[in-house]
């Protein structure tokens, strides 16, 4: 933890999507890195994952009444711990991902609009869909002021005060274990500098580590 907070200015925490940590853990990481490291937070599953999720499987979760943003008492519990989280680390960003499965229709828009109604507006909120039209995307961010989130070798950001950036690797079977090539990183600091807005770049491939390292040395010789 120490070297990392050495040679980055941020992580996105990915532990709060799966099981949320206590806040006592939290508090331990914030106070152990530097004032001006930056956590960004994922907010927990039971939000935005339904039950037959194979993430669920895999934290262990048995919530029957979750997900897709539903009006449920598990879904504003997972907020709440997400919330309590994210004030004890100190960030200012909570990123929802919606899997494949939510899907682009009236009965999900609904309860997106409930939900973010609903809760605290003290974080800028990030929404990374999958599968829906520009079109919706764009209208959905624009009506609850959501930041839309995109890998920016598969798509553009179409609403948000910030930029905020997920790279997955390359489309196929393999995708997460790309490795980014030189050319690749260069063209991301050239579609990193067309906006005059605070862009944020979290690699989520297998080789995360090296993929941001050589990123930060491209980006120092401009």
């Known amino acids: 933890m120490k070297k990392y907070f050495e040679e980055f200015k941020l992580t996105e925490v990915q532990k709060t999507f799966y099981k949320p940590p206590k806040v006592e853990t939290a508090e331990k990481w914030r106070k152990q890195a530097p004032p001006e490291f930056e956590f960004t937070v994922k907010a927990w599953q039971v939000i935005t994952h339904p039950p037959s999720s194979p993430t669920h499987r895999k934290a262990g ?25 994210a004030r004890a680390l100190d960030a ?5 991902q ?4 939510f899907e682009e229709n009236e009965e999900n828009v609904k309860n997106m609009i409930e939900f973010f ?13 999958r599968g829906w039209s520009e079109d919706k995307v764009k209208e959905v961010c624009e009506e609850l002021d959501l930041v839309h989130c995109v890998d920016p070798f598969v798509a553009k950001p179409l609403y948000g005060d910030i930029v905020y950036l997920r790279l ?17 990183l260069q063209w991301l600091k050239e579609f ?9 770049v979290l690699f989520n491939n297998v080789h995360m580590h090296d993929d941001a390292l050589k990123f930060m040395e491209i980006l120092q010789e401009s």
């Open 61 to 85: 979760i048995t919530m029957k009444n979750c997900g897709f943003f539903k009006p449920t008492k598990e879904v504003f519990e997972g907020w709440e711990k997400t919330r309590d989280i």
């Open 92 to 96: 200012k960003i909570i990123l929802f």
């Open 98 to 101: 919606t899997p494949a499965s």
């Open 117 to 129: 109604s609903s809760i605290e507006r003290e974080f800028i909120f990030v929404w990374e869909p």
């Open 168 to 184: 997955h690797g390359s489309e196929g079977k393999k995708m997460y274990s790309y490795k980014y090539t030189s050319e690749d």
């Open 192 to 200: 990193c500098l067309n906006f005059d807005k605070d862009v944020y």
